[in-house]
T-cell receptor, first 110, second 112 residues
Framework: GQQLNQSPQSMFIQEGEDVSMNCTSS?????WLWYKQEPGEGPVLLIA?????ELTSNGRLTAQFGITRKDSFLNISASIPSDVGIYFC??????????FGKGTKLSVKP | DGGITQSPKYLFRKEGQNVTLSCEQN?????MYWYRQDPGQGLRLIYY???????QKGDIAEGYSVSREKKESFPLTVTSAQKNPTAFYLC???????????FGSGTRLTVV
């Protein structure tokens, strides 16, 4: 099936640092979504992107839909301990279900 | 408040037994999904349903079965044919395929 390459797989950062992660694919997507999953819980939608070039913020989070429609990135500014979790990207082709990346596990040292 | 509820949160079963995981939503969503999550594997689609009384296999359907008799409910049965059933199972729903999914809080199944 279709694949999304999400990187990095894991990050260990100091509180206050900025974080950047991205997803790439060989396919063109109509929608990009970013989710956060905390331990033992289901993923929660953070940001949804529907247009190429779109840049959207949600508090300290900023995500962009790549111009080529084959990639997306998520930035977290001034990280805090509660940012810990696994971040998933998800993309949707013109038809069909969401395709998920394998996740970026974020650890924040106070 | 609208949401999607999975139960139970933790489930223990003996090897060789079938077990059914519950998923109920009151969001009036048409589509529902079951995912399996293993460490480092991301989310893998087991089954999905876009409408009542209809469902399709996902990428890893072998050893699993589902039903969709009501719009609100999409139970997943893990059968004894599933070789490695211990995992975290997530249910999700969406208005249609083009919108983001709402996830439940998951069921952790341990087979001993």
């Amino acid at each position: 099936g279709q694949q999304l390459n999400q990187s990095p797989q894991s990050m260990f950062i100091q509180e206050g640092e900025d974080v950047s992660m991205n997803c790439t694919s060989s396919s063109i997507f109509n929608t990009w979504l970013w989710y956060k999953q905390e331990p033992g819980e289901g993923p929660v939608l953070l940001i949804a992107l529907y247009k190429a070039g779109e840049l959207t913020s949600n508090g300290r989070l900023t995500a962009q839909f790549g111009i080529t429609r084959k990639d997306s990135f998520l930035n977290i500014s001034a990280s805090i301990p509660s940012d810990v979790g696994i971040y998933f990207c998800a993309g949707q082709l013109s038809q069909g279900n969401l395709i998920f990346g394998k996740g970026t596990k974020l650890s924040v040292k106070p | 408040d609208g949401g999607i509820t999975q139960s139970p949160k933790y489930l223990f079963r003996k090897e060789g037994q079938n077990v059914t995981l519950s998923c109920e939503q009151n969001l009036n969503h048409d589509a529902m999904y079951w995912y399996r999550q293993d460490p480092g594997q991301g989310l893998r689609l087991i089954y999905y349903s876009q409408i009542v009384n209809d469902f399709q296999k996902g990428d890893i359907a072998e050893g699993y079965s589902v039903s969709r008799e009501k719009k609100e409910s999409f139970p997943l049965t893990v059968t004894s044919a599933q070789k490695n059933p211990t995992a975290f199972y997530l249910c999700a729903s969406s208005i249609g395929q083009i919108y983001g999914y709402t996830f439940g809080s998951g069921t952790r199944l341990t087979v001993v």
